[in-house]
């Protein structure tokens, strides 16, 4: 998830790809509690205050949106409710923050959805300023429920425990949006605040077998990972300690745990062996075979 800040009131909406676009292909959300909303077929649009706490309208590009996306905002009955709850947000409760929604049109643009007599304003997510995060779907909710702001619908909230289990999630999520004529759903983990986006136009992957349930399940770790965590931790203790076990076992330990977790890998399970049967060269960057596998025996 990326977040680019425009100026010191507004800041572009984070952008998102699908699970299988990931930094680490969907692994980072293994475990984590997942809340899948609607994704409505509309126009990115959000409200933010200037120092003078005077309202502006942004759209998803430029933090004044052009005059026909503000026009139309203007004629939503949501337009006045979201300038109130920035202004209660920020003078009573020093929260500055920037709503976001979908600005619906009569027609959607991907004529997913149906054809509606009037325009609304769906609120999606509020970003906050002081803590550099957007509030999580149920104060989103809340603030929406307090200010009669439609909220996008919650699908469902899970916790998968493996890839499989990830992306069946993800195809079953997508028939559902198909069944009820809506554009997409986004997959959000509020407390890592990473956020991932699956459209339903877009092509039909191969059927998945359920999964088993079990403890999270992470791809080993590759050999090139295991030998830069060596490397690293050749760097910390010296070459003159590296032969001595008691010095160097703890250090190889941690950094081969640390890279597996930066990079959402099973840990291998013996690490001594790795440590005594990696060829010093190899570790200090000198070209040779590659890594040998821990010894069984």
Known sequence: METEVKSKQWMRYTSLDPVRRLQYEGRELLGKTLCSTVKRDGENVSIWLDEYDTPHIASHNSEEAEPDIQTRMK???????????????????????IPFGELMKTISPTRIEPKRKNIHWIMFDIWSKPERRYMDYTLVYQKGYHFKIPVVELVDTFIPLSLDELYAKVEEQKKWCKRHRKEGVVIKDYVNQVFTKEKVDLPKRPKLDKPQKGDVTY????????LRALQHAFDEVGEANW?????????????????????????????????????????????????????DG
């Not at 004629?75 to 923050?97: I, M, R, S």
């Not at 791809?219 to 090139?224: A, I, L, W």
């Open 243 to 295: 032969k001595n076990v008691k010095i160097s076992m703890p250090v190889v330990a941690r950094h081969i745990q640390t890279e597996a977790a930066e990079h959402y890998y099973e840990k291998p399970q013996n690490f001594y062996s790795y440590y005594v049967n990696t060829p010093i060269e190899l570790i200090k960057g000198v070209k040779t075979d590659e890594v040998p596998k821990p010894d």
């Open 219 to 226: 791809p080993p770790m590759p050999e090139e990972k295991i």
């Open 75 to 97: 004629a939503t009955p949501e337009y006045l409710k979201a300038v109130e709850l920035v202004k209660d947000e920020k003078n009573q409760w020093h929260n500055d923050c």
